[in-house]
């Protein structure tokens, strides 16, 4: 045990009510958590701020972080070097894990057309042939089988392409990518982008952190709109494209009489196969006589986001609370592919005896049951993951505590049905969007995305953050934890409207959308680009990017991929907030550099607060900049009056 557990109130560490009642059973069941392990081991403060630099064995060298310029590297590296350098290093790991992901999706896509894999097929061809169409690939006339070999060859090359501009550039709002052409930072495929990132900073290369700075923008660019992006688009054509769906989530979806499985990870074909295994009668016959009223299936975190999406499956919560969900003792089996998979799973698993099952290749985990998920047979692993789960059911000996919150909220947003939501099916569009941006009801869009962290107040920062936002009428988007963070906190129904600005809640009344609306997992982070460009399209806000009345915000970050995800906004033309804490050392020409000067040349930039509220004041005062620089500043004060306006008539009537 790190440090008496009774250091640290449960208060300081959570709002999610059920992660609260969690830690309080750990703590009486002696049982460490993450939060407890953060609380020991305060982050090295060097390393907090990027400044230390282990490269080579001549070092590693620690800069002083109170005086960045006092001294430099053996070899000589500055500061600068050797921030923008770890900072590289971050987005080029962020890169890989999606990139990888998305190449493992395309892999599959193309076993599938091959007929290699036969468990899964093609749910979604109207996308296909989107897509297709929309990379210049013929469509008409031709079988469906043809143009899916063709889109896979093309959408390859995000991955592998030596040279020349990935195909999905071809998304990209002209501006934008001249932009980008004229910066030298269109990206190349990933590999080749991953690739030369990991050489420039390694020592002895590239020790310019200006132009570190270009091939970290690349390398993010190759992440959003290349791994990303066909990530999200492979999985909506195989697997279906989200509409929205009412679903439940928070631990309170857990069923004491029935088998609880938990799957958690990123890629989606583990849940999927796992749906098909849950719902199979015989296994579900298997359930039954050994007592349970059948099998649970509950997805955490980003796969659990995907399948929430795609099939409202029940989700029991985010990053934080992994391990908190296991010490409820009524899950009976958990089972993980890549990402975001804290090793101290397998301890809290196995206290309470419940199977810890990894299922991929690339992320094994010491001492932990391993059942490889082949995607041409899938349903042997996924089988075999349900009757370890019935087998746990029928010995369950530890006691039970479920904690009884669930709330309801509408998920499965998609670009597709923002479209079709604000135009109609015969003439979906974004028109409405603008328009509605352009008058002044919506004052702008934001995302808020990503993580959550032991060393932040759980779902604290994302909750307050977009409730912030949505009562200054500022349109959200969100995936990831975050999403997570609102729908436990009741926010993602239509409900939500009632704490919108006047201008927002309009709006959301009369297209019946909610001010919140949830794309899924990080991955799908695409989705928020591919809005943004068709926004940039539909004209009106700018002919560029740069010029929306839009920001990001990751309020709780802790990988690398928020890393990579915050700068392909920027890089794209973004401002992004960062919270709690950020890999940079304070006053450092880097620091300038990602926070203000690029700005000046054409993209957006960082940022970085603690606090919620500043948090929101920062992007609002981005977006109410990019109102005034349209043109649009005046339209937004004459709404709001009309809006007083009509108040005060309502109060004479
Ligand atoms: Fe992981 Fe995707 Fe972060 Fe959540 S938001 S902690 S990356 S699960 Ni993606």
């Not at 659990?304 to 029940?314: D, F, Q, Y």
């Not at 994302?462 to 729908?487: F, R, W």
Request: hydrophobic share 40%; glycine share 8%; with cysteine.
């Amino acid at each position: 045990m790190a440090k008496p557990l009774e250091l640290i109130k449960v208060e300081d560490l959570t709002i999610c009510e059920s992660t609260a009642q969690m830690i309080t059973k750990a703590r009486e069941d002696g049982v460490e958590l993450f939060f407890d392990r953060a609380n020991a081991m305060k982050p090295c403060p060097i390393g907090e701020q990027a400044a230390c630099c282990k490269h080579c064995s001549m070092g590693p060298c620690r800069m002083n972080v109170n005086s960045p310029y006092d001294r430099v590297g053996v070899c000589g590296a500055t500061i600068d070097t050797i921030v923008a350098r770890n900072f590289g290093r971050m987005v080029a790991a962020g890169t890989a894990a999606h990139t990888d992901h998305g190449m493992a999706m395309l892999e599959l896509f193309r076993d599938v057309i091959n007929g290699k894999v036969k468990d899964y097929s093609i749910k979604d061809p109207i996308k296909l042939l989107e897509i297709a169409a929309s990379l210049d690939i013929v469509t008409e006339g031709r079988d469906l089988k043809a143009v899916a070999l063709d889109l896979y060859h093309e959408l390859e090359k995000t991955y592998t392409q030596v040279d020349g501009e990935i195909p999905m550039m071809k998304r990209v709002p002209v501006k934008t990518l001249e932009q980008w052409r004229a910066a030298g930072i269109v990206p190349r495929g990933a590999m080749r982008e991953i690739m030369e990132m990991m050489h420039r900073t390694a020592m002895g290369v590239d020790q310019d952190y200006e132009n570190i700075t270009k091939q970290i923008s690349r390398t993010a660019l190759a992440d959003g709109w290349g791994g990303s992006m066909v990530s999200t688009d492979i999985s909506d054509i195989l697997f279906g494209t989200p509409s929205p769906i009412e679903v439940e989530v928070d631990m309170g979806v857990l069923k004491e009489d029935q088998v609880n499985i938990i799957v958690h990870g990123h890629e989606p074909n583990l849940l999927e196969s796992m749906v098909v295994s849950a719902a199979d009668p015989t296994l579900v016959e298997a359930a039954k006589k050994a007592g349970a009223k059948g099998i649970n299936l509950v997805g955490m975190c980003c796969s659990g986001l995907e399948a929430l999406s795609r099939h409202g499956l029940p989700h029991a919560g985010n990053f934080s609370s992994t391990e908190a969900v296991l010490v409820t003792g009524s899950i009976d089996a958990m089972t993980v592919d890549i990402q975001c998979i804290k090793q101290g799973l397998k301890k809290v698993a196995d206290f309470y005896e419940t199977p810890f099952i990894t299922t991929n290749y690339r992320a094994k985990i010491e001492g932990a049951l391993h059942i490889p998920l082949e995607e041409h047979e899938p349903r042997e692993c996924t089988d075999e993951i349900v009757i370890k789960a019935i087998s746990r059911f029928k010995s369950r000996k530890k006691p039970i505590q479920i904690p009884k919150n669930k709330a309801r909220g509408v998920h499965g947003f998609s670009f597709e049905y923002i479209n079709y939501m604000l135009g109609g099916s015969f003439r979906g569009s974004y028109t409405p969007l603008n328009d509605n941006i352009i008058n002044g009801r919506i004052r702008g869009v934001a995302g808020v995305v990503g993580c959550t962290n032991p060393r932040s107040k759980q779902d604290y920062s994302h909750v307050e953050l977009v409730k912030e936002l949505i009562k200054n009428d500022v349109l959200v988007l969100q995936t990831g934890c975050s999403q997570m963070a609102l729908a436990k906190a009741g926010l993602t129904g239509t409900g939500a409207a009632a704490l919108a600005g006047p201008g927002l809640a309009e709006v959301c009344e009369t297209v019946g959308m909610p001010p919140i609306l949830g794309l899924g997992s990080c991955v799908d982070n695409s989705r928020i680009l591919v809005a943004a460009a068709e926004m940039v399209k539909v004209g009106g806000l700018g002919d560029c990017l740069a010029d929306l009345p839009a920001a990001g915000c990751a309020p709780e970050w802790m990988s690398e991929k928020a890393i990579a995800i915050g700068h392909y906004f920027v890089a794209s033309g973004l401002y992004v907030v960062f919270g709690h804490t950020f890999p940079m050392t304070k006053g450092t020409k880097f620091e300038k550099h990602l926070f203000e000067d690029l700005e000046k040349l054409g993209f957006g930039k960082w940022a970085f607060a603690d606090d919620p509220r500043e948090m929101a004041r920062l992007m609002i005062a981005h977006i109410d900049k990019k109102r005034l620089q349209l043109g649009i500043d005046k339209t937004r004060e004459r709404v709001l009056l009309d809006m007083a306006d009509r108040r005060e008539l309502d109060a004479s009537a």
